[in-house]
Nanobody, 125 residues
Framework: QVQLVESGGGLVQAGGSLRLSCEAF????????MGWFRQAPGKEREFVAA????????YYGDSVKGRFTISRDNAKNTGYLQMNSLKPEDTAVYYC??????????????????WGKGTQVTVSS
């Protein structure tokens, strides 16, 4: 079992930055792949970014490439999502997710077994 706790959300103006954190409990963090997803009201949960357990590979959704950076610190059992050049359309609840079954991190939400409760990010225009 993996428990995930997100933090770092908030209200920011367009063009600003935020860094989200996701701390994991109950599992050897260095053995789990991690992903970030987001869900805006009335929309499907969308893939944002993912990172392999070893941090040797990262993946990004098209809408955030070049603006967001996913990283992890296995010594701190924590993953991060650095979000720069934020836009109003980035407004959503952001969730971190964990997978302990695959070599590469999944890019589909249905392939993740563990989820945090989410943190709200609101970008004002």
């Amino acid at each position: 079992q993996v428990q995930l706790v997100e933090s770092g959300g908030g209200l920011v103006q367009a063009g600003g930055s935020l860094r989200l954190s996701c701390e994991a409990f109950g599992h050897t963090f260095s053995k789990i792949n991690m992903g970030w997803f987001r869900q805006a009201p009335g929309k499907e949960r969308e893939f944002v970014a993912a990172i392999r357990y070893s941090a040797t590979r990262t993946y990004y959704g098209d809408s955030v490439k070049g603006r967001f950076t996913i990283s992890r610190d296995n010594a701190k059992n924590t993953g991060y999502l650095q979000m720069n050049s934020l836009k109003p359309e980035d407004t959503a609840v952001y969730y971190c997710a964990a997978d302990d079954r695959r070599w590469d991190p999944p890019l589909k939400k249905d392939d993740y077994d563990y989820w945090g409760k989410g943190t709200q990010v609101t970008v004002s225009s």
